[in-house]
């Protein structure tokens, strides 16, 4: 099985308007991390990028002129470089299964950024099955397998299970995800 670990830092909500600022994952392939990704990307001209992402992420307008932000176009040709890697793109059995926290989100920016590169075929990457603690946490507890916490947060389930986690960057963010879902499907052993 691959697994596409991923997750994003964005300057806003919209998918549409909003910039994507950081793009990180971890691939997974036969239960074995093989490699893991982080980008940072400067918004597009007329991007939306609110000062209370920015402030949530720790960042100003001014990183955006660090060396380490790149345009979407470079970031966008490096990605699919790194997803040509393990996928071909025109085998339909040949997908990575998305995985993050409330990973829907994050999914949802991806096809935008692919758009905005004239490209529409993220899932010729991805499959549609996710796997998304936000979604089955629910249910675990309910069948009395977790506990109920004061809330559903990353970070909340983090300290539950006493994964290290410093939020909002989205490279460590995936990670802990990434492990949070690795001791959640323990449960189910």
């Known amino acids: 099985m691959k ?18 600022i950081q793009l990180s994952g971890v691939i997974r392939v036969d239960k074995k991390d093989v490699e893991t990704f982080n980008y940072f990307i400067k918004p597009f001209k007329g991007a939306e990028v609110s000062e209370e ?3 949530v992420q720790k960042r100003t307008k001014e990183d955006f002129n660090d060396s380490k932000f790149q345009s979407e176009e470079e970031v966008y040709r490096d990605f699919i470089k790194l997803l040509d890697k393990y996928i071909d793109k025109y085998d339909r059995n ?11 989100f994050d999914v949802r920016f991806l096809q935008e950024f692919f758009k905005r590169n004239n490209d529409n075929y993220l899932y010729s990457y991805l ?3 996710e796997l998304d603690p936000f979604r089955y946490i629910p249910f675990l507890q309910l069948c ?14 983090c300290s539950h299970f006493g994964i290290e986690l410093d939020a909002h960057d989205s490279l460590n963010d995936i990670i802990a995800t990434k492990d949070l879902i690795l001791q959640t499907t323990k449960l189910l052993k």
């Open 94 to 104: 040949d997908k990575f299964v998305v995985a993050g926290y409330n990973v829907s």
């Open 53 to 55: 992402a920015l402030a």
């Open 127 to 129: 499959s549609k099955m």
């Open 144 to 157: 009395g397998k977790l506990p109920i916490l004061p809330n559903n947060k990353l970070e909340t389930w």
């Open 3 to 20: 697994i596409l670990f991923i997750d994003t830092e964005t300057g806003g909500l919209d998918s549409k308007r909003s910039a994507l």
